[in-house]
């Protein structure tokens, strides 16, 4: 019952710039018995972590390599309630209704991660920001007309913007889809602080730990670690991002690599607003702005996880990614000073899987979040979070196995 041990990224992410709080963690040295064991110290980890020592839970981490090490620091951190399937397309594909549900389910979530970030006075460089749906070569100007209406008729507030418009406000040439309220943040900052609250209040964090062999049954699920011990949970939360367990299920789970840029400072070059922008396009381009005048630039997706292979391709697609960035923003440097590469799991809805594993209630796994990793993740530990204290979550269904 192995986990898949991959290389996850390579390169310089932009956030080893920036100082992140050090989590100390402990070595496990003797058997444990916990409420909830949480496999994975990544922001997904971290959130479960944080809201379930929050609620009282005795919990503990454990992590094969440490604290933040994984991919979250190869997020680029476009924290958008926008999911990456456009609401037009979801609804073809999981039906109208829950495709609303969905994308309002994301929308909340990104506030009340905004809130709790607030609430708990957590320093992770956190602005709210305007976010812009380019115009590309999977829907043009008037589908993105007809997608700010539908998103318009779900609730959700959505301003189409002519291209005449777009260029006039932000100097991009291209129609948009006008969104409020997203952030953009630290994801290190973030994770490492959620770690620290968590612990804080009794969690216990335990690296380098790794879950070996897992043996559940109507009470409890015991836990076998490669260092001979064993931790005795009532649940426990898969949060290993793409680096599933080999009892997962992951039949509509795929890898995508995906590669990123970070220039120089040019607070004196950035557009209005600093607003997020993401193509709608195949391979799509994503760009937003640091809190000191940096950009950083993604995209070049690839449906594979050949680890070499995307490492090889790091200088060819950060000058391909540079160009389309000069191309579309010519006011901005676009030379790289930091670029990187990683792999995230998608799946072939859009939508991420959150829940217990079929026939193994005490087991949940959270998988599947594309490119909108946070935004997901928070889902994920609120909906874990009400079913491990007994209740069920209203939009459970959207998600599960």
């Known amino acids: ?184 943040l630290d994801p290190r900052k973030l994770t490492a602080s959620l770690l620290l609250l968590a612990k804080d209040r009794g969690a216990r964090l335990f690296a380098p730990a790794e879950a070996s062999e897992f043996n559940d049954n109507k009470s409890n699920v015991e836990v076998a670690t490669t260092g001979g011990q064993i931790i005795t949970a009532s649940h426990v939360i898969l949060a290993t991002g793409y680096e599933l367990m080999d009892f997962v299920p992951a039949t509509s789970h795929k890898i995508i690599s995906t590669w990123a840029i970070a220039t120089r400072r040019q607070k004196s070059n950035l557009w209005p607003e600093k607003a997020m922008a993401w193509e709608a396009s195949d391979p799509y381009l994503y760009f937003r702005t640091t809190s000191d005048g940096r950009v950083i630039c993604g995209g070049e997706d690839e449906d594979f996880e050949d680890e070499d292979k995307r490492d090889a391709l790091v200088d060819a697609k950060s000058k391909r990614i540079s160009a389309k960035l000069k191309a579309l923003m010519p006011g901005i440097d676009t030379t790289p000073e930091f670029k990187w590469t990683g792999s995230f799991g998608t799946t072939t809805t859009g939508l991420p899987i959150i829940g217990a594993l079929p026939q193994r209630p005490r087991i949940f796994a959270v998988m599947g979040y594309g490119g909108n990793g946070i935004t997901f993740a928070e889902i994920a530990a609120g909906m874990i979070t009400t079913s491990i204290l007994g209740a069920k979550d209203p939009d459970l269904d959207l998600f599960a196995f």
Request: proline residues 3%; charged residues 30%.
């Open 1 to 184: 019952m192995a986990e898949r041990k991959l290389d996850l990224r390579t390169g310089q992410p932009v956030w080893t710039a920036y100082r992140a709080p050090a989590v100390v963690t402990e070595r496990l040295k003797r058997d444990l018995t916990v409420d909830v064991l949480i496999v994975g110290m990544g922001i997904g980890g971290a959130l479960a972590a944080e809201r379930l020592s929050s609620a009282g839970l005795k919990v503990a981490v454990v992590d094969r390599r440490g604290p933040v090490k994984g991919s979250t620091p190869a997020s680029t951190a476009l924290i958008q309630f926008e999911i990456d399937e456009p609401l037009g397309i979801l609804s073809s594909k999981v039906g109208r209704e829950k495709a609303e549900r969905s994308w309002r389910r994301s929308r909340l979530a990104l506030d009340a991660l905004k809130a709790r970030i607030q609430d708990l006075r957590i320093e992770c460089d956190m602005i709210e920001r305007p976010s812009l749906f380019l115009a590309g070569n999977m829907l043009g100007a008037r589908a993105l007309e007809e997608e700010a209406e539908q998103r318009r008729t779900a609730g959700l507030a959505a301003a189409f913007l002519t291209r005449a418009i777009t260029r006039e406000s932000y100097g991009i040439d291209r129609a948009a889809i006008r969104s409020q309220g997203n952030l953009a």
